[in-house]
């Protein structure tokens, strides 16, 4: 500032003496009195001048006199000499200001003998200042040295800082970190904590999509979420992902112009990548041989400042990124274990609530199981023992009929509490067939008889046609046929009123007369020339108009007409299952307003007796004559836990001459057979019976046996096929529950005719 006051003055006093000469003074007119410039003026303005400089040099010592005094300044001698010379000079310009007036000849000499000590204190000053210089100008290195050193130390000492600093911040980001388990938590602690550690204009998190094919900007340092987006192949994406390193982002890249979009123009921009590992990485393998997914971090500069990123804060950006990577791959490590640990309980549940559901379906079905055999079945058992006894009495022809519709009803009525039983135990429902011989004019008639008194009870008048040529003598189910005439007759009555007649047609069918359904195809191709079809049919006619004119073709037609009300009926389904497995077919006609006006079923059965062998009854034979006298006198022990069964049965081998002797339990069984010796040739055990089955009894009355006697028939009132089982534990025949007299002798007869061969 003084240097451009004095350079100022200068230029002033030359543009003084400029203008002075422009004016036109002469060179030396100093007489002239219209002028300003005259003698006496210049002199008292040399005089003035003079006094003031005078002034100004006795002030300087002063100010150096105190400025010694006060510091400890090297060369003060240096600076006394100084002071020396400058009180010199002023008082040679002092004394200089009286000579412009009349002075004496002692100011003269004053004047003089000050001039020549300031020359001589001028040359030593000057002298003084060249030896002086190089001392100076060491001194001067020497402090800049000296400052250099100590601004190298203040910057590493704040480096010090800034690095214990950053390393505290870091521990305490550690420890935040640690005390989340949240992702977002996580990220959004990293993002502040960095923030004031390295005073950052924003922070940002960018993570892949689902599809792995963008990068979506997740976390940014306010906390809000702006929805960019920048495609995963984008160079500076690629060059991270492919670095481990911290990068360095330009200016116009796309991954730092989103990331600082918010603030505006943006600084230097750093980002580096951090792996997301999951437990699915860890499956088959470590995680280095499965492809990792990498989030990227990406720090903006503030953009006012001229700073840029030091190796320093790199490297505080490298250690954060991977605490920040382990911290959120263990996070993501405890949330999915969370969620399995989750979802295992709640299978678990699951599983509970399905073995509770289980157990009390289990004990429904016991439940069901045990009405069903005590209230229906049993009861059942021994209706159709009796009737079978009465049916050997002499009857006449009508109580014979009404005697066999009896039976065969029982025997449909016993075969659908079979099926209700396995049914609730199976769950594919299959129905098990007892083809044997039978008289079909017989079943007819028996069917007949039945209808027409379900008929007569509603209403309905009743008439049966059958076909004169009509084979008797077939191999099928009997009662299956039964039950499904009784069903067909049943449906037709709920579905009507009263008031017309049913007609039951029973007829032969003598091919596939141009039906061209492929069902029919496949049934005639498996069948054998022995074969036979009968068609029965049952319709209600109310306009005593012809049956004919309300059958329909059924589905051997090209048209096929249902009943929806009909054959949606569980009853119905379970009458086509049986029907299709005696390789049958059944269908509805209905009338106009939806129920059944006519059904009809088609049946195929066997002509050739000699192939047919009784499923249910192992070596059962058509012969009726059970008085032969190979029962007569014969010991038989029954054992049975039901009474009323127990009783039905011992009538029946009464009947048949037989001496019974009957206990209720296998225990008493065994108890019985160990006392009596080998007078006892027939056992008669079901198979069922509480705390000691019949196989166990049959097991242990082994070692009573003398060669092939006694022998050992079991009794079993379920459907299940037993028949290999019985033979492992030494048994001779079964017979199926209800026990008939008819099939009880032909068992009987086929063991003993065998036991008596190989004895």
């Known amino acids: 500032?003084?240097?451009?006051?004095?350079?100022?003055?200068?230029?002033?006093?030359?543009?003084?003496?400029?203008?002075?000469?422009?004016?036109?003074?002469?060179?030396?007119?100093?007489?002239?009195?219209?002028?300003?410039?005259?003698f006496e003026n210049i002199l008292e303005c040399q005089k003035v001048s003079d006094f003031l400089i005078a002034v100004a040099y006795f002030s300087i010592p002063i100010e150096l006199l105190y400025f010694v005094s006060c510091s400890n300044v090297p060369f003060k001698w240096v600076l006394i000499q100084f002071i020396l010379f400058i009180v010199l000079c002023g008082m040679s310009h002092l004394l200089n200001g009286w000579t412009y007036g009349p002075h004496p000849f002692q100011l003269v000499l004053a004047l003089t003998v000050f001039k020549i000590l300031t020359a001589l204190?001028?040359?030593?000053?000057?002298?003084?200042?060249?030896?002086?210089?190089?001392?100076?100008?060491?001194?001067?290195?020497?402090?800049?040295?000296?400052?250099?050193?100590?601004?190298?130390?203040?910057?590493?000492?704040?480096?010090?800082?800034?690095?214990?600093?950053?390393?505290?911040?870091?521990?305490?980001?550690?420890?935040?970190?640690?005390?989340s388990l949240d992702r977002h938590t996580i990220l959004y602690t990293t993002l502040v904590e960095l923030s004031k550690t390295l005073d950052l204009q924003n922070c940002a998190v960018w993570m892949p999509n689902e599809n792995k094919t963008e990068m979506l900007l997740t976390h940014e340092l306010d906390g809000r979420n702006y929805n960019y987006s920048i495609p995963i192949h984008d160079p500076d994406v690629v060059r991270i992902k492919g670095s481990d390193g911290v990068n360095i982002l330009s200016s116009d890249s796309a991954l730092a112009v989103a990331s600082s979009r918010k603030?505006?123009?943006?600084?230097?921009?750093?980002?580096?990548?951090?792996?997301?590992?999951?437990?699915?990485?860890?499956?088959?393998?470590?995680?280095?041989?499965?492809?990792?997914?990498?989030?990227?971090?990406?720090?903006?500069?503030?953009?006012?400042?001229?700073?840029?990123?030091?190796?320093?804060?790199?490297e505080i950006i490298k250690a954060v990124a991977d605490q920040v990577a382990v911290a959120l791959s263990h996070a993501a490590v405890l949330e999915e274990s969370q969620l399995m640990r989750e979802k295992l309980?709640?299978?678990?549940?699951?599983?509970?609530?399905?073995?509770?559901?289980?157990?009390?379906?289990?004990?429904?079905?016991?439940?069901?199981?045990?009405?069903?055999?005590?209230?229906?079945?049993?009861?059942?058992?021994?209706?159709?023992?009796?009737?079978?006894?009465?049916?050997?009495?002499?009857?006449?022809?009508?109580?014979?009929?009404?005697?066999?519709?009896?039976?065969?009803?029982?025997?449909?009525?016993?075969?659908?509490?079979?099926?209700?039983?396995?049914?609730?135990?199976?769950?594919?429902?299959?129905?098990?067939?007892?083809?044997?011989?039978?008289?079909?004019?017989?079943?007819?008639?028996?069917?007949?008889?039945?209808?027409?008194?379900?008929?007569?009870?509603?209403?309905?008048?009743?008439?049966?046609?059958?076909?004169k040529s009509l084979p008797d003598n077939v191999m099928g189910d009997e009662r299956r046929v039964f039950q499904v005439i009784l069903h067909m007759v049943g449906n037709l009555?709920?579905?009507?009123?009263?008031?017309?007649?049913?007609?039951?047609?029973?007829?032969?069918?003598?091919?596939?007369?141009?039906?061209?359904?492929?069902?029919?195809?496949t049934w005639r191709l498996n069948s054998s020339d022995g074969d036979v079809y009968i068609r029965f049919e049952i319709g209600i006619n109310n306009t005593g108009s012809q049956l004919e004119d309300s059958i329909s073709e059924g589905p051997f037609g090209n048209r096929r007409h249902t009943s929806d009300r009909v054959e949606e009926g569980l009853s119905f389904n379970i009458c086509r299952k049986i029907v299709q497995l005696m390789q049958g077919n059944i269908w509805v006609v209905p009338n106009t307003q939806g129920f059944p006006q006519s059904m009809s079923l088609v049946l195929r059965f066997q002509l050739r007796p000699s192939i047919a062998v009784a499923i249910s009854e192992p070596g059962e034979s058509t012969e009726h004559s059970h008085s032969n006298t190979l029962f007569r006198g014969l010991q038989v022990l029954l054992a049975d836990n039901d009474d009323v069964n127990r009783a039905v049965t011992r009538k029946l081998l009464e009947k048949l001459g037989c001496i019974?002797?009957?206990?209720?339990?296998?225990?008493?069984?065994?108890?019985?057979?160990?006392?009596?010796?080998?007078?006892?040739?027939?056992?008669?055990?079901?198979?069922?019976?509480?705390?000691?089955?019949?196989?166990?009894?049959?097991?242990?009355?082994?070692?009573?046996?003398?060669?092939?006697?006694?022998?050992?028939?079991?009794?079993?009132?379920?459907?299940?096929?037993?028949?290999?089982?019985?033979?492992?534990?030494?048994m001779h025949g079964l017979v199926r529950k209800p026990v008939l007299l008819q099939g009880i002798a032909s068992e009987l007869r086929r063991v003993l005719v065998q036991a008596n061969k190989i004895g």
């Not at 230029?11 to 203008?19: A, E, G, K, T």
């Not at 953009?303 to 840029?308: A, K």
């Not at 709920?494 to 091919?511: D, Y």
Request: aromatic letters at 6%; charged letters at 20%; hydrophobic letters at 40%.
């Open 493 to 521: 009555l709920n579905g009507n009123n009263g008031g017309g007649i049913a007609i039951l047609r029973v007829s032969s069918e003598s091919g596939s007369q141009g039906r061209s359904d492929q069902r029919w195809t």
């Open 121 to 179: 204190v001028s040359c030593a000053t000057a002298i003084t200042l060249i030896t002086l210089i190089p001392l100076l100008l060491k001194v001067k290195v020497r402090e800049l040295m000296l400052k250099k050193k100590t601004w190298d130390l203040g910057r590493e000492f704040h480096i010090i800082m800034k690095q214990k600093d950053a390393a505290s911040h870091v521990r305490m980001l550690t420890q935040e970190i640690r005390k």
């Open 345 to 467: 309980e709640e299978q678990n549940r699951a599983l509970q609530q399905a073995r509770m559901n289980a157990m009390m379906a289990s004990q429904a079905r016991n439940s069901f199981q045990k009405v069903m055999s005590d209230g229906m079945r049993r009861p059942m058992h021994s209706i159709l023992g009796l009737l079978s006894m009465l049916q050997d009495e002499k009857l006449n022809s009508n109580q014979k009929i009404i005697v066999d519709a009896m039976l065969m009803t029982s025997n449909v009525l016993s075969t659908l509490i079979n099926d209700a039983m396995d049914s609730s135990i199976k769950d594919n429902r299959r129905f098990l067939l007892e083809v044997k011989s039978f008289g079909l004019h017989a079943m007819i008639k028996e069917a007949a008889c039945l209808a027409k008194c379900l008929c007569v009870y509603r209403g309905f008048s009743f008439a049966v046609e059958v076909e």
């Open 660 to 730: 019974v002797t009957s206990v209720s339990s296998g225990f008493e069984c065994i108890t019985l057979i160990g006392s009596s010796g080998f007078s006892i040739k027939v056992i008669l055990l079901d198979l069922h019976m509480p705390e000691l089955d019949g196989y166990e009894v049959a097991i242990r009355i082994q070692k009573f046996r003398s060669r092939s006697w006694p022998v050992i028939i079991g009794l079993q009132a379920s459907s299940d096929d037993v028949w290999e089982r019985c033979m492992q534990v030494g």
């Open 1 to 38: 500032m003084f240097r451009t006051l004095a350079f100022g003055l200068l230029i002033s006093l030359l543009l003084i003496c400029v203008s002075a000469t422009d004016n036109g003074f002469p060179r030396c007119n100093c007489d002239d009195e219209g002028s300003f410039w005259t």
């Open 263 to 314: 603030s505006g123009e943006q600084g230097p921009v750093a980002a580096i990548r951090m792996p997301m590992l999951r437990v699915c990485n860890f499956k088959g393998g470590t995680p280095e041989i499965i492809q990792a997914c990498y989030a990227i971090l990406v720090l903006v500069l503030p953009s006012g400042q001229r700073r840029s990123w030091s190796t320093q804060e790199l």
